[in-house]
Structure formats: structure tokens, C-alpha cells
């Protein structure tokens, strides 16, 4: 990564005032995995994805050219490649069975029972976790120092509930079955974080640094970011009493941090914001809505509760000029995905030119 970027970057997690918003791109499709030509073969509407078909060398031209693209088009963010982000690593690894469809797969829920759960530990000889692993192996070698390695989209603690209980269930559970949702909360989180540590012994600095797979954000040092898609279903006064716990622990594994927030999940913003490890909140623009401009408040909040706000989703110039124009420029990112170059290099003609009025020194971090 070069000096201007890393300087970038560093402005972005100083939390000062800054004359622009960190930016950068995801080219191609919407849904993320739709973006790997290897994964042409996996999606397919119902089939049974197992590890042994998953081919990592299939993905490697994918990876080249993602790379190649964040230089292509000038922005901030560098590629942090990851193992395939369409696959649901997690539950996959705890036992769901893994369909295809036509732009995404899914986990089926096992409903397991309190007794059949049981214990929960972390297997590194687990064939889904080694073939993870592989692509971790791969892509290292692939990188050659070019860019860093981090991880992918992984879910999160009510994501992994839901999956070996039950959509509906896990969230009733934590009404009818307490105590035992506060243990398996906590063996779950064990887990993930037990997970991420396997992986950041394999990884290497790059420019002093980790990053954010996904959404390419570097950060200055050891990364773990996370999402709790299934608190969707949750009120607020359950994410407070119970899931909010799970955050807090996993905030507290690095330096570094993020949780990855739909929509649906912003109730919960309020509390969220109250985890004083938590580092950044991204929200996505999701399909469907809300618009950019309702959810102008939510990123003002974000910023003003001195948090690191990461935008991502299909951003038009005109909502870009929107974030610049009304949300605070401290410790701002856009992850924008464009399917044509030409939007993309207009997003960023645009941001290169845009100088906020009230542009202060930066803080150093």
C-alpha cells in the first residue's frame, strides 16, 4: 500500500476532522458472490455445496483481478482478499447443510434440540475449517506482499443461534429458555473468537498493519470484524440484555474492530453504540431501501457517538455528494459497489475534487 493511502487511512481512524471521505469500490455484481467466476459451477438453485467442490485455485484469476481493479480505479482502499465470501463459513463449520442458489447460497437450519447442541468446540481438522484454511494457504502465496489477507463475511453469534436452533426459535429462546440461550450465547462466542484467532496466526503484517476482508479497509493492526443479521428478529430490551454481552467480547479480541449492520438491525443502534471497544459500524444500503437519505440520521449518530462509520452498498454520485454534503466528515468510509467502471471512476473524479469547508488538522491515532 502506498504512503498516500496508508495516510488515508490513518486520517480515517484518527477520528478528526477530514476534508473527504475514505472511498473506495467493489466492482461487478451487487451480491458479492456473484463477483467470483469460480463460483460459477456452486451456483446453482438447490444444490448440496460440500467442501471437496470447492476449488480454490477456480477463484485465484478472481482475486488478481479484484486487485488489479483497486488500482485501475483510483481510491483509497486495497484489496484485503479473503477466503470465497459467499459461502456461510460459519454455520457451515457447525454442521448446516450448504445450498446453492443463483446469486448466493444459504445454511438450512439443523432445529437441533438443547441436547443435541451440546458441547461446541473448535476443530481445526474440520473439513469445511481446512478448506478455509486453504484459501487462507493460497492466497498468501498468491499475494506476494501485494496486499494483506483477512477475513471474510462470517456471520455472527445470532446468525450461528439461529442456525442451530431455528430461525424463530433462537430469538423465542431467549424468552422461554434463558438460561439456556446465555450458554450456548456463550459457547458460540467462544467459538467465533477461538475461529479468528486460528486464522490471524497464520497472517502476516502488511504495511504494519491487518485489514478488513470484504470491504478492504486497512487497518494499523490486528482486525476481527462481525454481524448479527439474525438480531433482526430481536427488541431492543433483548439485543441489550443478552447479545449485546457476545459483542462486547468479541470487540474486545483486537485492537481492531467492526460490526457489519443491515437496516433492519438499526433498533439496536442505540446499544451498539454504547460498546466502547467497538471501533466501526457499517451499515449497508441495502436493495429495497431505506434510502440513503433516511438513513442520513443513523450515520450523523453514528459519527457524533465518535465511531468510525463505514457506508456500504450500490451508492449513486448524487448519494455520494448527499454523505459528503450532510454527515460530519470524522472518521467517514464509503465501500461503493459499481457494476460500470465509468460510475466508479466519476464516484471518484468527484471525491478526489470534494474539500469539506471545515477541514481542521488531522489527530494522529
Not at 434440540?113 to 461446541?120: F, P, R, T, V
Given at each position: 500500500?502506498?504512503?498516500n493511502?496508508?495516510?488515508r487511512?490513518?486520517e ?8 473527504r471521505p475514505l472511498?473506495?469500490?467493489?466492482l461487478g455484481?451487487?451480491f458479492?458472490a456473484?463477483r467470483y467466476?469460480?463460483?460459477?459451477k ?9 467442501p471437496?467442490?470447492?476449488?480454490v485455485e477456480?477463484?485465484l484469476d478472481?482475486y ?11 481510491q483509497d482502499?486495497?484489496l484485503?482478499?479473503s ?9 457451515a463449520i457447525?454442521g448446516c ?5 443463483q ?8 432445529h437441533l434440540?438443547w441436547e443435541q ?8 481438522d474440520?473439513?469445511w475449517v ?5 484459501f ?11 496486499f ?9 453469534v445470532?446468525d450461528m443461534?439461529?442456525?442451530?436452533r ?7 429462546d431467549?424468552?422461554l429458555y434463558?438460561?439456556?440461550s ?9 467459538f467465533?473468537?477461538?475461529?479468528i484467532k486460528?486464522?490471524q496466526?497464520?497472517?502476516n ?7 478488513f ?9 490486528k482486525?476481527i470484524?462481525?454481524?448479527e443479521?439474525a438480531?433482526?428478529?430481536?427488541s431492543p430490551?433483548?439485543?441489550a440484555?443478552?447479545l449485546r454481552?457476545?459483542?462486547?467480547e468479541i470487540?474486545?479480541?483486537?485492537p481492531?474492530?467492526?460490526i457489519?449492520l443491515?437496516?433492519?438491525s438499526?433498533f439496536?443502534?442505540d ?5 466502547e471497544e ?7 444500503k441495502?436493495v429495497?431501501g431505506?434510502?440513503?437519505?433516511e438513513l442520513i440520521?443513523?450515520?450523523?449518530k453514528?459519527v457524533?457517538?465518535?465511531?468510525r462509520?463505514?457506508?456500504w452498498?450500490d451508492?449513486s454520485?448524487d448519494?455520494v455528494?448527499l454523505?459528503?454534503r450532510?454527515?460530519p466528515m470524522?472518521?467517514v ?5 459499481a ?7 466519476n464516484?471518484s473524479i468527484?471525491i478526489n475534487?470534494?474539500r469539506?469547508?471545515?477541514n481542521?488538522m488531522?489527530?494522529?491515532?
Amino acid at each position: 500500500m502506498n504512503n498516500n493511502k496508508k495516510l488515508r487511512h490513518i486520517e480515517f481512524w484518527s477520528g478528526g476532522k477530514m476534508n473527504r471521505p475514505l472511498f473506495g469500490f467493489s466492482l461487478g455484481s451487487y451480491f458479492p458472490a456473484k463477483r467470483y467466476l469460480g463460483a460459477e459451477k456452486l451456483l446453482v438453485d438447490g444444490l448440496h455445496v460440500t467442501p471437496e467442490m470447492i476449488i480454490v485455485e477456480d477463484f485465484l484469476d478472481d482475486y488478481e483481478r479484484m486487485y488489479k481493479e483497486t488500482i485501475d480505479v483510483e481510491q483509497d482502499l486495497t484489496l484485503v482478499a479473503s477466503p470465497y465470501t459467499g459461502i456461510p463459513w460459519m454455520e457451515a463449520i457447525l454442521g448446516c447443510e450448504i445450498i446453492g442458489g443463483q446469486s448466493s447460497f444459504i445454511a438450512e437450519p439443523m432445529h437441533l434440540s438443547w441436547e443435541q447442541i451440546g458441547d461446541i468446540t473448535f476443530d481445526p481438522d474440520n473439513l469445511w475449517v481446512k478448506k478455509y484454511m486453504e484459501f487462507i494457504e493460497k492466497l498468501i502465496i498468491l499475494s506476494k506482499g501485494r496486499f494483506p489477507i483477512g477475513q471474510p463475511i462470517l456471520r455472527g453469534v445470532s446468525d450461528m443461534m439461529s442456525c442451530l436452533r431455528g430461525h424463530e426459535q433462537f430469538a423465542i429462546d431467549y424468552i422461554l429458555y434463558p438460561d439456556e440461550s446465555i450458554v450456548l450465547q456463550s459457547k458460540l462466542t467462544k467459538f467465533y473468537i477461538q475461529f479468528i484467532k486460528y486464522q490471524q496466526e497464520w497472517l502476516n503484517e502488511f504495511s504494519g498493519g491487518t485489514g478488513f476482508g470484504f470491504y478492504s479497509l486497512w487497518t494499523p493492526d490486528k482486525a476481527i470484524w462481525f454481524q448479527e443479521d439474525a438480531c433482526a428478529l430481536l427488541s431492543p430490551k433483548l439485543y441489550a440484555k443478552y447479545l449485546r454481552k457476545a459483542n462486547e467480547e468479541i470487540s474486545r479480541v483486537y485492537p481492531f474492530n467492526l460490526i457489519h449492520l443491515h437496516p433492519a438491525s438499526l433498533f439496536a443502534l442505540d446499544e451498539i453504540l454504547t460498546i466502547e471497544e467497538l471501533k466501526v459500524i457499517q451499515i449497508n444500503k441495502d436493495v429495497g431501501g431505506p434510502t440513503i437519505e433516511e438513513l442520513i440520521p443513523y450515520f450523523i449518530k453514528v459519527v457524533e457517538k465518535g465511531k468510525r462509520l463505514l457506508v456500504w452498498g450500490d451508492l449513486s454520485l448524487d448519494e455520494v455528494k448527499l454523505i459528503c454534503r450532510k454527515v460530519p466528515m470524522k472518521g467517514v468510509c464509503l465501500h461503493i459497489v459499481a457494476e460500470d467502471t465509468n460510475i466508479a471512476i466519476n464516484i471518484s473524479i468527484f471525491i478526489n475534487k470534494y474539500r469539506n469547508s471545515d477541514n481542521n488538522m488531522y489527530n494522529c491515532i
